[in-house]
């Protein structure tokens, strides 16, 4: 069995199930296209045979996804009782609540770092960015303004300071996620379009970060220590700053987009930006220790790799450097 990659099968229907909740016409097949997409990603977690937390993960992901499930259904089903009556605000209340779930945003994050630290990098890649699409699509959709703003500045201010003492490379992935959805659900709720752009560059920066650490085959903190290879430091943390936001990197570019987004909404912008400053602290400071600190003893087996991986990785990091570009043009 592929530890790596996943059936097609169950990618078929991860495709299918987004494409049906992208194109449903109604909450129903909507709900259907969420349930669809969560039942081709459990046989994805339980696929990897050599990682022990894979099984408790499944259980942990089930269990908190069909919880939301129930929940979005209930929802429709309170949409079309009250929909001409005064209760009308409820269901988008419930909808809200349980697509935050689904997400993994603060205060209902506690199982996305456990989950999340039972993956593969190609199944944490999956989850951090393809299974977030289906429930933004329906939460750009349905949703409340205040509650999906309280709970987009809980993410914020929680995926920041949790993740300073983390030295496990898939939980600060994790605790990264829950910060960025507090900025695009910040837009969201604002009704601006460009958390789409933000969740785009998102998932590119996601994507580099996750491919390197599986080629470099790096899962904590410490392994950074044990590499000799300085070109290999400067490719992760170009592309963990990157991620974190500063410019000027092609992170910036969203986030410098959401600020302009966010003007009018000054104690949200400087809640996000406060975050995100906390973010930046404990990438920094990962960046500082691994080129300044070197352990002789190989207390860990490192993944021998090739020259065409390194090369190409090399590729991807220079679109984390041509950030400035795309803010230069917007700027004239």
Same mark, same amino acid.
């Given at each position: ?51 022990? +937390? ?6 942990? #992901? ?83 303004? +205040? ?11 929680? $995926? ?29 709720? &604002? #009704? ?9 560059? #998102? ?28 070109? +290999?430091?400067? &490719? ?14 092609? $992170? ?18 400087? &809640? ?34 090739? +020259? ?25």
């Amino acid at each position: 069995m592929n530890t790596y990659f996943p059936p097609f099968t169950y990618m078929f229907f991860l495709l299918f199930g987004t494409l049906v909740t992208a194109s449903s016409s109604s909450l129903f097949g909507m709900w259907m296209g969420l349930e669809i997409n969560l039942m081709s990603f459990i046989p994805m977690i339980i696929n990897s045979e050599y990682n022990k +937390k894979s099984s408790e993960a499944a259980i942990m #992901y089930f269990l908190v996804q069909a919880i939301a499930s129930s929940l979005v259904i209930f929802s429709t089903m309170l949409f079309f009782l009250y929909s001409s009556q005064i209760l009308q605000s409820s269901p988008n209340l419930v909808i809200t609540l349980a697509l935050c779930t689904k997400l993994g945003m603060a205060p209902f994050h506690l199982w996305f770092p456990e989950v999340l630290s039972g993956l593969s990098w190609v199944n944490t890649l999956i989850l951090l960015t393809w299974q977030k699409i289906s429930p933004l699509i329906v939460m750009s959709m349905f949703f409340q303004e +205040k509650i999906l703003l309280m709970v987009a500045l809980t993410s914020a201010i929680v $995926g920041a300071i949790s993740g300073i003492n983390q030295m496990s490379m898939r939980k600060i992935l994790a605790f990264s996620s829950i910060a960025h959805m507090g900025w695009i659900m910040s837009m969201m709720a &604002i #009704y601006s379009n460009f958390w789409i752009d933000y969740f785009l560059v #998102y998932c590119i920066t996601s994507y580099i970060l996750c491919l390197s650490f599986w080629m470099f085959n790096i899962n904590y903190f410490s392994q950074l220590t044990l590499t000799q290879d300085l070109f +290999k430091k400067i &490719i992760i943390f170009i592309n963990l700053l990157s991620l974190g936001g500063v410019p000027p990197l092609l $992170g910036f570019f969203p986030k410098w987009m959401a600020m302009m987004a966010l003007y009018q909404n000054f104690p949200t912008l400087v &809640i996000l930006i406060f975050s995100s400053l906390v973010t930046l602290f404990f990438y920094t400071r990962l960046c500082f220790s691994t080129f300044t600190l070197y352990f002789q003893n190989n207390l860990w087996m490192l993944k021998m790799e090739t +020259k065409k991986s390194f090369y190409f990785l090399s590729f991807l990091t220079f679109f984390s450097l041509v950030g400035i570009f795309p803010i230069a043009i917007m700027s004239m």
